[in-house]
């Protein structure tokens, strides 16, 4: 808990359905009405002075509907492995099921294929496709 305090507002902003936006635009609104400081607010509720300003920005450009939860996930993920290199690492592993991950990387590599890949990387796709037995480190 932080500061010693348990309940308060800070675990009803877990909470889901319409509420949620309702507390925000009470939080949002507590300045102005209670004649606070953003960071008195933010200790009240236990959250940022950062999180109250992107809240904030939110509620004033899209109204409650902004309040919503957002997924943090990126829109795009422009380092990702190509699917076309992805699959032909699993085509190798399927055509030869004892190598791992190193030697699929030099076969990639002797192979000519542009934008080879880390070994790690191909142990990741190799894990990814459940093409790995499971580990036996525990």
Excluded: F
């Excluded at 002797?110 to 525990?138: N, Q």
């Amino acid at each position: 808990m932080r500061g010693g305090r348990e309940g308060g507002a800070a675990q009803g902003l877990r909470e889901g359905g319409d509420g949620l936006s309702e507390q925000w635009i009470d939080i949002l609104l507590a300045p102005e009405r209670d004649r606070l400081t953003v960071a008195d607010v933010g200790r009240r509720h236990g959250i940022s002075r950062k999180t109250y300003y992107v809240h904030l920005a939110h509620y004033r450009a899209e109204g409650p509907e902004g309040l919503a939860p957002r997924s943090s996930r990126p829109k795009t993920s422009p380092a990702r492995t190509a699917g076309e290199i992805a699959s032909l690492v699993v085509q190798i592993r399927d055509a030869q099921p004892r190598w791992g991950a190193r030697r699929i990387h030099n076969e990639l590599v002797r192979r000519g294929v542009s934008g080879v890949l880390a070994v790690s990387t191909v142990h990741a796709i190799l894990r990814r496709r459940g093409r790995l037995p499971e580990s036996v480190r525990g």
